[in-house]
């Protein structure tokens, strides 16, 4: 029979020989082999992105966090001490292990440059600088200083903001107070938390 050390260990256990053939306890290694894989995982919660209910997961890590150890999401599970779930996900929810650990998942910036067929990868200071750039220039060209009736308005009408349902009540606030300054008055969030 071709027998692996787990289920060696497993075998003779079970059966009683273990212990008294080699005269230790192997109790402990017994319950090791009956525990679950998430046993040894970093807890890390988090908000499913997919809808605006916003779920909350608890994503499971494996990685002692030591600098030549790469960690690896292996599980995510609806949290049970959250209000809006309490534990539950619907089956897009519950696939967010495949989404994180997906080869094509986006890692990086991305740009289709006008008439281009293909998105090109930039770097992240490339992003900010562009994004600023054309707010910048839209601003400029759209603010509207006084209405058709010679009100002041001193609004931005060519630029709009939408939040996500991963975003914190921090970062709401400043983009809140952010698009404000900039005059800009279109702005939602898909999240309903
Ligand atoms: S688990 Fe389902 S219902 Fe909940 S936020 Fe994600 S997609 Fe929406």
């Known amino acids: 029979m071709d027998l692996s050390r787990r289920t060696f260990i497993k075998t003779t256990v079970v059966g ?34 997919y809808c605006s209910v916003s779920c909350g997961v608890i994503i499971h890590t494996i990685g002692d966090r030591a600098k030549n150890v790469t ?29 994180i650990n997906n080869d094509r998942r986006l890692l990086k910036p991305q740009v289709r440059r ?34 058709q009736n010679g009100y002041t308005v001193n609004r931005c009408e060519g630029i ?8 914190t009540n921090e970062l709401n606030y400043l983009a809140v107070k952010t698009m404000r300054s900039l005059g800009v008055c279109y702005f939602e969030t898909q999240a309903r938390v």
């Open 160 to 167: 709009g903001w939408t939040g996500g349902c991963t975003d």
């Open 16 to 49: 009683g020989v273990g212990l008294s053939a080699f005269g230790f306890d192997l109790a402990p290694v017994y319950a090791q082999t009956q525990g679950l894989k998430i046993d040894r995982t970093t807890e890390t919660r988090s908000t499913c992105p």
């Open 114 to 147: 006008p008439g281009a067929q293909d998105w090109e990868d930039i770097s992240w200071d490339q992003a900010f600088n562009e994004i600023g750039a054309w707010v910048k220039k839209t601003r400029e060209e759209t603010f509207v200083e006084k209405d």
């Open 71 to 99: 960690p690896q999401v292996i599980h995510v599970e609806g949290d049970p001490d959250h209000p809006i779930n309490r534990g539950t996900l619907c089956p897009k929810g519950a696939s967010l292990e495949d989404d």
